[in-house]
């Protein structure tokens, strides 16, 4: 029997089910770096938050421990290499929160353009409104470019979706990308490509960020970027907060560089940077990307079964390699 310890609060019937036999702790709250590392201490496996710091230093600590089994696509808190040194695998989620992700990040996109928390903070305030041709005008979306960083799944999912709106589609990957999928949407818009960074910024009505957080995406939008956008152009950031400068950020949107912003992530989440709380240009949600009930269930049980399967002496659904 192992011992499982989790880091943070977890659909812990779905977990529990995957994991029959072993000695499951915690799930009910999430564990401080004290907490984390006392009991890593004697842990076989964790079924970790992607908010847990496990660097270097904590990892080492693990001197039983086999396999992290992280409940989120993203693994920018967990040292790959320090895992991979003490003989620990690394698994995440990916396959199982694209839609719920894009949905969000979708969400965001018309919210912004269209001026929605704006429009409700008014109406709930109790200020006067009637009907009237030129209030709360917003951005149409019908021909507008979306350009995504990062065409992975989840911003595969995103240009899905920005195509069935009328929006064309530019990106930037690394790599050129099979987009047949996008481009079959919707016979009006045109063909997706892949561009330069430089391109991407100059030219998107509406920037969408869908890139793992690395040393080489870490503050990718900085204010060079935001200042090539053009000033009628929005934000979208569901990925890390860091891959955005947001001290530079705020002063974009102060100096009217940028139109607006929608926000699921922040630089020093769960802090937020004051002025952005005042801006009506903003959308602000607390990272609930893939916060969906189906979605959330799959995730739990993917992490689950990455980590029965590696204790089993298998290998892992869905490793980070
Ligand atoms: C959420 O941000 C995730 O990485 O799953």
């Known amino acids: 029997m192992a011992r499982i310890i989790v880091t943070a609060p977890q659909l812990m019937s779905v977990v529990n089910e995957e994991l029959p036999g072993h000695e499951v702790v915690g ?37 039983n421990l086999k396999v992290i089994g992280q409940c989120a696509a993203g693994f920018n808190n967990i040292d790959l290499d320090a895992a991979k040194q003490a003989g620990v695998v690394v698994t995440s989620t990916p396959g199982v929160l694209h839609e719920a992700t894009a949905d969000l990040a979708f969400t965001l996109l018309l919210e912004v353009t269209r001026r929605t928390g704006e429009a409700e903070r008014w109406v709930r305030s109790g200020k006067a409104w009637r009907y009237d041709h030129t209030f709360m005008l917003g951005a149409g979306l019908q021909g507008a470019t979306l350009g995504i960083i990062g065409l992975g799944q989840i911003g595969e999912a995103m240009a899905r979706r920005a195509a069935a709106f009328g929006m064309n589609v530019i990106y930037n990957a690394r790599h050129e990308k099979n987009v047949m999928a996008i481009d079959a949407v919707n016979p009006n818009t045109q063909p997706t490509r892949r561009v330069e960074l430089d391109e991407l910024f100059v030219t998107s009505d509406v920037v969408s960020l869908h890139c793992p957080l690395t040393d080489k995406t870490r503050h990718l939008v900085d204010a060079d970027a935001l200042a090539a956008m053009k000033k009628t152009a929005y934000l979208v950031n569901t990925a890390r907060g860091a891959c955005v400068d947001e001290v530079a950020l705020v002063k974009a949107l102060k100096s009217g560089a940028i139109a607006g912003a929608g926000l699921d992530v922040y630089e020093d989440e769960p802090a937020i940077t004051v002025d952005l709380l005042t801006m009506e240009n ?17 995730m739990s049980r993917l992490a689950a079964r990455n980590i029965a399967k590696v204790l089993d002496g298998k290998p892992a659904e869905t490793p980070v390699e």
Request: hydrophobic residues 45%; without cysteine; proline residues 6%.
């Open 27 to 63: 799930g009910d709250h999430a564990m401080d770096r004290q907490e984390l590392s006392d009991q890593i201490a004697t842990a076989d496996a964790l079924l970790t938050s992607l908010s847990d710091p496990l660097d270097a230093e904590m990892i080492s600590k693990g001197k």
């Open 282 to 298: 903003v959308v602000l949600l607390p990272h609930i990307g893939s916060a969906a009930l189906p979605t959330r269930e799959a």
